[in-house]
């Protein structure tokens, strides 16, 4: 079955290099901060994942391997209640 979406979704790709990872998830605010929720594909050139998003600001991490990291390719973050900080998209 197709997945449609709403014409106010935008199609936002994430990707994370790391080919020793067994696998890569990422949890935000769009998905209830769920870190088994939206895996990564693996792929020869690294993993990757794909998000419909509406407008917004999101905050988000990656999981790898159990273990919450930044993604490398966002400078915008914000503070969080643990102590690190959380990545911020503008969609």
């Keep these: 079955m197709k997945r449609v979406e709403n014409k106010s979704s935008q199609r936002v790709s994430f990707?994370?290099?790391?080919?020793d990872a067994a696998e890569v998830f990422i949890a935000g605010t769009f998905n209830d901060w769920d870190p088994r929720k939206n895996p990564f594909k693996k792929y020869s050139t690294g993993w990757k994942a794909v998000k419909y998003l509406?407008?917004?600001i999101y905050e988000y991490r990656f999981i790898v391997d159990g273990?919450?990291?930044?993604d490398p390719a966002c400078q915008n973050r914000r503070p969080n209640q643990y102590g690190s900080e959380n990545c911020v998209l503008e969609v």
Excluded at 67 to 70: A, K, L, P, R, T
Aim: hydrophobic share 35%; charged share 10%.
């Design 54 to 56: 509406a407008h917004g």
């Design 15 to 19: 990707t994370y290099h790391s080919p």
């Design 67 to 70: 273990i919450w990291v930044d």
